[in-house]
């Protein structure tokens, strides 16, 4: 599992740094999460290739989340993809694209298959042989999903030396992954467990932007490997954060702690603050594995 | 006068080229042309001060001549702004702002005042005491205007050893400016052009993007100071020039030389030529004065 931060910066693109947008890469799937203005620009810097892309995760209508949409649409229409391109985003999301190719007199060779989600509950959004997605729904001022990436659990391991002792030919081998015993030709049967070992452990993402502290996500996202929420303030602009429904990265903290969490990363900062050390400080008071997010910036998860 | 090229380069944003997005100021006013996505970036590299733009004219509705304006009338608004900003461009623009702000539920504490054009006369759509700006209607895949800035011709300028000589007291100094005779105190009359000479000349620059060869704008920027003209392609890419109706650097040479343009820029230059140079040479073959439009390059007209 592989993240690449596009940006994550709050409020507006400025001349170094981004609105928020992250590539999640896993089992060799691309998602590309939010969509901030500039974000096909940031794509061509780290030379992803862009039909690589088939899915597209808008976590809410505000302009740093998802100006960047139509252009990359557009983009990927000029660029000749005939793939489908899935989007999945708060209702309306449609009205307004189709609304700008219209009046553009543009159509796109693709397929675009909107997603528009409206529940407030969460749900399975996505799903295919290894990977499963979730909406989080979050608290902000528009209506606002995280997303929960999960790897489905995989196969059982075969422990080759086992197989080996006990003579077992290939064509069972299958069935052991699979977690079946095995019957010996002499009538022995040999529990699973003596033959494979623990499948590789199932990894989970969570992106949590834009909410403010929200205790209701914790169940939803317990046990995550890696948490990225945001935290636009620090706890000197609390009553900020708290008017603006955004959170403070002790707060971000907090939920990493409650969650537990394997590991957080902090982003969406404002840009008022000096340096973005001062977000890993804080939060690192409350819960240990904290990293920031920066634009340009990947993660490799591997626990 | 004084003109900003942001962005110059077609279809979509890269690395390095920008889409379509200029800053003319004439007579302290500044203009906004077209807006393709990342403009507000661009502003901010050259350090602009964004409370000074109250004019956006836009094209068409293409994204890489638009996309750009959602973000920044967004950026405005958190910036505080309280003045209002007039927008010019194509019927339907207001719909597509409208329609994201309200998805957002975010409004400007500013007045966006929309001018949607939709005639295919040039008509006069901005003018104040000192600048006028007509609409030049081109002939693109959509409805599309150019826009033609004029300086007003000034009042006539005092002949400072005319009037000592003849002993014409101040009272009278802006009625010669104002082109009339002076009868002296003795009765004779002096004529007018012996007592002021010529005002300065009255600038003008004409953008015309995008747009195929089209002779029928002549007419409306004939004399024109500085012309600023597409120039997609190269003559080997004439076909397809025609098909996207659009225009190569000689045509556009062409329509300087026909217009009797002083100066002419080029850009919407396509990104698939190894160097904007080849553009120039093209259009020198027609045409004297030619001059390359690049991102962040600045030009100052004097004649």
Known sequence: MKLTILGCYAATPRTLTNPTSQVLEIKNRLFLID???GTQVQLRKIKLKFSKINNVFISHLHGDHFFGLIGLIST????????????YAPKGVKEIIDLQLRLSNSWTNYQLV?????SKESEVIFEDDKVIVKTIPLKHRIYTNGFLFQEKVGERRLDFNAVKDYEIETCYFQNI??????TLDDGRIIANDKLSLDPVPALSYAFC??????????????????????STFLQSEETLAQKTMHSTAKEAARIALKANAKQLILGHYSTRYDSIDLFKSEAETIFKEVYLADDGKNFEFNF
Chains 1, 2 share one sequence.
């Open 35 to 37: 969509c901030g203005e």
């Open 76 to 87: 990927f229409a000029l660029l000749g993809r005939t793939t489908d391109l899935h989007i």
């Open 114 to 118: 909107f997603h528009e989600l409206e």
């Open 177 to 182: 992954k699979n977690g079946k015993d095995i």
């Open 209 to 230: 932007s834009d909410t403010k502290y929200h205790e209701g996500i914790i169940p939803l996202i317990e046990n995550v490997s890696v948490l990225y929420h945001e």
